[in-house]
């Protein structure tokens, strides 16, 4: 069966560190992989596109991988802030432009 | 940039009544708008695919005559919950594609839909 899977389990890292959250597939064979961030009783919000034939991608202080090999893509956020606490969500392309979310990981950074 | 606007943010309903979701985008195009559903501490579901000018296409388990969609223009979608129940409370949330993979869909903020 097809399956996307985050670390359920919150990730608490104290201010300045990096936070790096997974998110591994099977069954599916996305052209690219999206990483939103959810804040509580809000819609997500899109922060990072990666496309099957890139490695690597960087924003600011965001920086995902994309094993296609390993069906995982890795989401870390260097010299965290409180402001980064939050929930991350990770979404594949299931073609027709429509996306499947994966279960999201609580990432709390404390000052 | 591009904005997704969905009304209302929270509503309270009595169960066998239906209640209008709003989601409009408000400064581009949208032919497609797609809703989910989230559940507490769940990650969002997609119920269905809106299109302008057509039939939605509805993911398998949702029961289209209860969720009734309509796409009129090209700014606008709406889900319409109808004859509902406290199983339907949830977290409703539209979103539509911007143009381009680099700009990933943006999302509206939500309905909090309660029945009592």
């Known amino acids: 069966s097809q399956k996307i899977e985050q670390n359920s389990e919150a990730l608490n890292i104290q201010e300045g560190k990096t936070a790096t959250l997974t998110c591994n597939y099977t069954?599916?064979?996305?052209?690219?992989l999206q990483w939103y961030r959810q804040d509580p009783g809000r819609g997500p919000v899109f922060l990072l596109l990666?496309?099957?034939?890139?490695k690597e991608k960087r924003k600011e202080r965001l920086k995902v991988t994309f094993d296609t090999t390993l069906k995982q893509s890795l989401f870390h956020i260097t010299a965290s802030q409180p402001a980064d606490s939050a929930t991350y969500l990770c979404?594949?392309?299931?073609?027709?432009?429509?996306?499947?979310f994966g279960g999201g990981t609580r990432l709390m950074v404390k000052p | 940039g591009a904005v997704v606007s969905q009304h209302p943010s929270r509503v309270i309903c009595k169960s066998g009544t239906s209640v209008k979701i709003e989601c409009r985008s408000l400064?581009?195009?949208?032919?497609?708008m797609f809703w989910y559903r989230q559940f507490p501490k769940q990650s969002l579901m997609l119920m269905a695919t809106?299109?302008?000018?057509?039939?939605?296409?509805?993911e398998q388990g949702v029961e289209k005559d209860k969720f009734l969609i309509n796409h009129a223009s090209l700014t606008l979608s709406t889900l319409t919950v109808t004859s509902a129940h406290p199983e339907d409370s949830s977290f409703y949330i539209c979103?539509?594609?911007?143009?381009?993979?680099?700009?990933?869909?943006?999302f509206g903020s939500g309905t909090r839909l309660t029945v009592v």
């Open positions: 979103s539509a594609g911007t143009g381009g993979e680099d700009y990933g869909y943006t």
């Open positions: 069954n599916y064979s996305p052209a690219y």
């Open positions: 990666i496309r099957e034939n890139e």
């Open positions: 979404a594949l392309d299931i073609g027709g432009n429509m996306l499947t």
């Open positions: 400064d581009f195009q949208a032919t497609t």
């Open positions: 809106s299109n302008e000018g057509s039939k939605a296409t509805y």
